[in-house]
């Protein structure tokens, strides 16, 4: 089995790291597994969205209450931080030092606040409007799913930070190597997410 | 309670939350019943522990099993937890049939909503605690044993696993002391189950234990997974694999795709009665039929999660005691993933009177009776296995044998439900009822306890008493007919399910036959404990040491009985289909490796045991609006990942001259052992040791 023969879907440490890329291939064989049961949430969500959709209930409507150029904005940021997280993995890979995976990394963490940062405000923006998930069935389906993608991006924060600190701590051993492919597993599938929620969700509200 | 800091103490608790102020105040039979089982749960709770610290066994409770990531003491703790939930639940049940025969034309001794409480923890009992549990313990068990592998590949997540299952069986248990369990049944069906119609505590018990779980079973499925992909010994090709661990792999898969629907179902519920959401309720735009989507999204693969283990455990079984290769392997392969991937389109059924069109219905329709053919494929296969074989009538087989032809009963029954026009007719009556009891006692139970005789020497070192388990299997078997053929006469005669009373004399002998038979079931419960209390007390004489009791085929019956913690000396090479049979019939078996090595292993770690009782106290928090234990609660299930995450020192290393000295005394005791021929292997004679036939 040669040095450079993918030992699991994604970025593999290949070369660089011959110990950790056998270790790898269960470890993140077992993080898709877990995105693949995640993706079957969202799945759901999305279904039940479509459901739905129609039970306004006389309440607010998608297309009153959306604003698609924050959304957009928010998907540019977002789309934006997994580029900086797939620098970080390069980084990881192979460099040496540790400066630009930690800085690539910091920028991933403030994109990625940046981003819940606006979503928080769309959604203040959104209840002083009247549109709270009490008001309807379509308002409840909304704050199920899109919070929970927010949700998501909020643990990959926390992690994002306590990964950094292991950096520093232990330095880059096989844990660490092999969560950082995860984390970015996890950040792009959070981008993948985004990008249907805004599609289905955003960009649907706008047919009025 | 109501007033003052108590609100923000103890959430809505209140004194009359107890039922033993319940009986006190108003002693029916009923609240007598519901007093007696929560004094059974606190005593039982009290002389556990009291027991445990007179004979000073925490220390070695806590290291030796509670903290253990070794799969084999993780299977074993599962199927103790299914062990202790199967007697609740059957016990319920048991109230259910004396309620029912007693209740002609009288109110009986349960009260209405009593008699609901019995059937929703009942149900949610049986399916989430004891067959999950049960499945779960033996696919832990014999899984990495099967495929050659040391452990699983994520042996901590499998301790977390474990403990959210039981933290979630735990605040089942808890229920039946503080406050009153749902109504609303297994399935917990809104608007019923919303807060405008259920205020009390009891669908929020019924959500969260759920809910946890669910989550213990997803984290399972992803676990073996992994564990049968990635961590099979050498040349073990995944055809080569016995058909157990193929059918542990299609629930393992069923498990990652089958449970997160029940996740989201719980949670939305949960959104509304917690948030005031409107999923499911009747007003503001709340479609409670998306529920029944849902719920039965997960509902239907959940009973090939359940089934299909049990499958593989009859593959094993047949073959061994007919001392004959499993007839059309290849086949009951193919079956056995056609079964998981139909069982994603089947999930129509169980609402077929819901309103949807009928051309939707008859497509559902078809596609249930399509699940009758693989199905149909295995039953012969296992009938191929036996033909001309010296079919030998162990406790196993006997269960092997009692499921087929029972089975078979219930799949005819099952096709009569797949026509909507027919399950139009019978919806909501006891029909369904023996139906799906006549698929899961024996397309779960059967199989779960022939897998326990069946392994149990491997797991313990000594046969369980032969003599109680046909008494066992007698009584299940017998009771079973005694107690549900009655129920497909009075579901066809219109008796409805769930009923507390009834108002139809002449179902009186039909009803007196049910409780026979549920009495009957009882007494094969008592008889398995019986058999587990005798052979415990003369395990001296039922040692296996040797480690094969059955003449076995596959790979773990090739080691010693118990196996160590490292279950392998040396990783053994896979040559073929029922490598051990083979191989130790040429000889290949029972011989010193050329070199040890040292073995290293998980250390312990209370990660697990925290999370489940951290989880469990959230969850009990979240029932009764402690939000400063919910709170608490979430931050400290979070501190102990992370914490976790930065723990270095994680394994030990057990040296090669430890390995090699263990393996030198099994050995020993191999060349002790006299080899037997199979007509004595239920006699005291079987050391586990073979006579090879020539």
Redesign the interface.
């Known amino acids: 089995m040669s040095a450079n023969e993918a030992r699991h879907a994604g970025l593999n440490l290949g070369v660089t790291d011959e110990a950790t890329r056998e270790q790898a ?2 470890a993140v ?2 993080f898709w ?2 995105l ?3 993706a ?2 969202f799945a ?2 999305f279904a ?1 969205y479509g ?2 959709l ?4 006389s ?1 607010p409507t998608p297309a009153a209450v959306y604003k698609i150029g924050s959304a957009f904005m928010e998907t540019m940021i977002l789309l934006t931080s997994s580029f900086t997280f797939g620098m970080a993995s390069i980084a990881m890979k192979h460099e040496t030092g540790y400066g630009r995976l930690l800085g690539w990394m910091a920028v991933t963490l403030v994109l990625g606040l940046a981003f819940l940062g606006m979503e928080l405000r769309d959604f203040a923006t959104m209840f002083g409007n009247g549109a709270y ?6 308002l ?2 909304f ?2 799913l899109v919070p929970l993608h927010g949700l998501h991006v909020f643990l990959g924060s ?1 992690w994002l930070i ?1 990964i950094m600190v ?1 950096v520093l ?2 330095g880059l ?1 096989a ?1 660490v190597k092999i ?1 950082i492919l995860r984390l970015g597993l996890f950040w792009h599938f959070l981008d993948i997410v985004w990008i249907a929620i805004f599609s289905v969700v955003y960009l649907q509200g706008l047919i009025a | 309670m109501s007033q003052g800091i108590w609100p923000a103490v103890l959430g809505r608790f209140d004194w009359t939350a107890l039922p033993f102020v319940l009986a006190w105040d108003n002693p029916t039979a009923s609240e007598i019943i519901g007093a007696g089982a929560a004094s059974v749960v606190v005593i039982g709770a009290v002389v556990a522990v009291v027991l445990i610290t007179w004979l000073g066994k925490w220390k070695y409770l806590w290291s030796e099993w509670l903290t253990s990531l070794d799969h084999k003491k993780i299977g074993v703790m599962y199927i103790v937890l299914a062990f202790v939930m199967l007697s609740r639940a059957l016990i319920e049940a048991v109230l259910m049939r004396m309620q029912q025969a007693d209740a002609i034309n009288s109110s009986g001794f349960i009260a209405p909503d009593h008699f609901s409480q019995l059937f929703s923890t009942h149900g949610s009992i049986m399916i989430f605690f004891m067959a999950m549990p049960f499945l779960t313990g033996v696919i832990n068990y014999v899984t990495p044993l099967q495929i050659g592998a040391r452990d699983v ?2 042996p901590l997540l499998n301790s977390v696993s474990l403990w959210l299952t039981g933290g979630a069986a735990g605040l089942m248990m808890v229920s039946l002391v503080v406050g009153r369990f749902s109504t609303g049944g297994w399935s917990g069906y809104p608007p019923y189950t919303e807060l405008a119609f259920s205020p009390d505590v009891g669908p929020d018990y019924w959500i969260w234990a759920v809910t946890l779980g669910s989550i213990g079973s ?1 984290l399972t ?3 073996f ?2 564990t049968i ?3 099979r010994a050498p040349g073990m090709h995944l055809m080569r694999m016995t058909l157990f661990v193929w059918t542990a792999l299609c629930t393992s898969i069923l498990m ?2 089958a ?3 029940l ?2 179902a719980t ?2 519920l949960a ?2 009665r917690y ?5 499911f309720t009747s ?5 409670m039929m ?1 529920y029944a989507n ?1 719920f039965w ?1 997960f509902g239907h693969p959940e009973v090939y999660i359940l089934i299909l283990p049990a499958f593989g455990v009859y593959s094993e079984v047949v073959s061994t005691f007919s001392s004959k290769e499993l007839y059309g392997y290849t086949s009951l392969t193919i079956a056995t993933m056609a079964i998981a991937v139909l069982s994603f389109t089947v999930w129509v059924h169980h609402f077929f009177t819901m309103g949807q069109s009928a051309d939707i219905n008859a497509v559902f329709g078809i596609a249930t009776m399509t699940i009758g053919v693989p199905t149909g494929v295995k039953i012969y296969d296992w009938i191929w296995t036996m033909f001309r074989g010296r079919v030998r009538f162990t406790v196993p087989m006997l269960y092997s044998l009692a499921f087929m032809m029972t089975f078979v009963i219930g799949g005819v029954t099952g096709i009569m439900l797949a026509m909507p026009p027919l399950d139009f007719l019978v919806h909501n009556t006891l029909f369904l009822v023996a139906h799906f009891h006549n698929m899961l006692i024996p397309g779960l139970l059967y199989g779960m306890l022939a897998g326990y005789h069946y392994w149990f020497p491997k797991a313990l070192g000594f046969r369980l008493s032969e003599k109680w388990g046909r008494i066992a299997f007698g009584c299940w078997v017998i009771g079973f007919y005694l107690a549900f053929m009655p129920l497909y006469v009075l579901g066809a005669a219109g008796m409805a399910r769930r009923t507390q009373e009834v108002f139809e004399p002449a179902f009186r002998p039909w009803l007196y036959i049910a409780g026979l038979g549920a009495l009957v079931l009882l007494a094969a419960l008592a008889a398995l404990f019986v058999q587990l209390w005798l052979s415990i007390r003369e395990r001296e004489a039922n040692r296996v040491t040797a480690g094969d009791p059955w003449d076995g085929r596959g790979l773990e019956w090739s080691i010693s009985a118990p196996p160590p913690e490292y279950n392998y000396a040396v990783i053994p090479q896979v040559h073929g289909r029922d490598p051990f049979y083979a191989g130790k019939r040429k000889g290949e078996f029972y011989a010193p490796a050329a070199h040890y090595h040292d073995i290293t292993m998980p250390k312990n770690s209370m990660t697990g045991p925290v999370i489940g009782f951290v989880g469990a106290a959230a969850a009990f928090g979240l029932v009764w609006h402690i939000w400063w234990l919910v709170i608490l609660g979430v931050l400290a299930i ?1 501190g102990t990942v ?1 914490a976790r ?2 723990a ?1 020192d994680v394994h030990r290393t057990i040296p090669a001259a430890e390995v090699a000295w263990t393996d030198m005394m099994w050995l020993q005791a191999v060349a002790d052992a006299t080899p037997i021929p199979r007509q004595i292997e239920t006699t005291s004679a079987n050391q586990g040791l073979a006579e090879i036939a020539t």
């Open positions: 291939g269960s064989l077992g597994v877990f693949m049961s995640d079957v949430v759901l969500l039940t459901v739905m129609p039970g306004i209930a309440g998930p009490t008001r309807s069935a379509f409840s389906a704050f199920a926390v306590v292991q701590v232990f051993d844990r969560n | 590949a994520f997803t499925g992803l676990n997974a992994v992909y990635k961590m990652i795709f449970m997160p629907p996740t989201v949670a939305l959104l509304d948030l005031g959401f409107h999923f007003d503001l735009g709340g479609n998306n849902l999204l979070v992370i995450s930065f270095r």
